[in-house]
DNA sequence: CCGATATAATTGATCTGTCAACTATAATAC
DNA sequence: GTATTATAGTTGACAGATCAATTATATCGG
């Protein structure tokens, strides 16, 4: 008859449980992104993108690199890439040239312009990082939230089943 | 003087431990926000947005919100809104009215289509949820996601210091 | 009632992200 | 060599998000 709940314990219910867990998880996520993000603008006038963009061409041999592999460095798509280094362009962030070796191709490379802004954004935005996620976690949350990052990201990365 | 090559932090730091935590985590959730809206999206045709006006709705009394106050209950700016909502009363999904009582105020209500829409696109999302988040983690995982965003939380909202 | 101010909502500008279509060059096959 | 295919990158159209400015109505102090 009574085959699951709403019998005897149905105070709260695993699923709901789950969730309410689940809304938590990504909207905290979701705000703490954002939150960083205005904070990397304001102090520095980069958005996110760009501050990935100029960190990765800041890493780089000669601090250049083919824009499909820019792409890949950073997780873009090349479409994505494209339309942002045009704004960066425009900005005087970074400048394109022609690859000598592939006439398909373009070389990323930051101005002095980019170069300085991001060298300026780079101490308060590590500060920022530190003080939103890391200093708000106890070590063990932080191990614990590593750890999470990779079951998802492994969950992921298997695909639907 | 020095270029930029690792010379004396040969060792791993714990700050760069932390830094990849961050990144981890950070990217980690941002793909599976962004695999769970294009779930919704292909599998529905609705938004993340939509999927939450929506949700909001039919939640309320009537099925119906004052533009505020549906804009405070799912946390977003009002011209944020105002915008999504525009787009969603052009697909059909929503429409606005005057309000009686208050000749400024917009009632946002769905149409049968955005109802049926909502209707559609829940047990498959719910279910998306549970194959990506939930049935990834552990037990244990879970309820330390749940602290780590309550965590993350508290200190967003208690603002710098 | 009247003027100041607060509230409700929209609008326009701009930046960002995605998708599909396109151009151009390189590489491979025949 | 030429046709085919792959690769590099750009473009246009559109959905989405943010910010400042704007319109219209309500409310409150006097």
Known sequence: MNDSQATTRARR???ADELRTWR???????ELRSTLASRLQ???GLS?????VLLA?????NRTLRSSDLASTIG???????????????RGLIRREEAQTDSRGAEIAPTPTGTEAFRAATAPHLHAIRELFIDALTPAQL?????????LSAHLKEGVH
Do not use: Q
């Open 143 to 151: 191990t614990a939230a590593d750890e999470i990052a990779d079951a």
């Open 48 to 52: 996110t993108g760009d501050y990935a």
């Open 76 to 90: 873009w798509a090349r479409s994505r890439l494209s339309h942002h280094l045009g704004r960066m362009e425009r």
């Open 13 to 15: 219910s695993p699923a």
């Open 57 to 61: 061409l800041s890493d780089a041999e």
């Open 24 to 30: 938590n998880f990504i909207e905290t996520t979701d």
């Open 42 to 44: 304001s102090e520095s």
